[in-house]
């Protein structure tokens, strides 16, 4: 059983940062794509970043392009989400997810097609 724990949420204002982090467990992850995904209050969920965790090949949101930076920590299997000049259109509840990925092309970035969700963590900046 994967389980995917969320924590670094919180609340900053604008242009300040933060670090999430993805503490996962249950499974050898060296197949997977791990996910960062946001959903605004109201508002569908949508994808912000991904990662390989074998090799370290990143994917993300035009959004986020050049804000945002995910790693990986194989010796903790922990993945980040470090989150820099955050804006209040930043603010959502941010989930990590884990998806089965052993192939060569482009993971998925629509959140139906990962199977493992985290609980999310709370993500507010003020103006």
């Known amino acids: 059983q994967v389980q995917l724990v969320e924590s670094g949420g919180g609340l900053v204002q604008a242009g300040g940062s933060l670090r999430l982090s993805c503490a996962a467990s249950g499974r050898t992850f060296s197949r997977y794509v791990m996910g960062w995904f946001r959903q605004p209050a109201g508002k569908e969920r949508e994808f912000v970043a991904a990662i390989r965790w074998s090799g370290g090949t990143t994917y993300y949101a035009d959004s986020v392009k050049g804000r945002f930076t995910i790693s990986r920590d194989n010796t903790k299997n922990t993945v980040y989400l470090q989150m820099n000049s955050l804006k209040p259109e930043d603010t959502a509840v941010y989930y990590c997810?884990?998806?089965?990925?052993?192939?060569?092309?482009?993971?998925?970035?629509?959140?139906?097609?990962?199977?493992?969700w985290g609980q999310g963590t709370q993500v507010t900046i003020s103006s």
């Open positions: 997810a884990a998806h089965y990925w052993p192939y060569a092309r482009d993971p998925p970035t629509l959140g139906p097609e990962y199977a493992w």
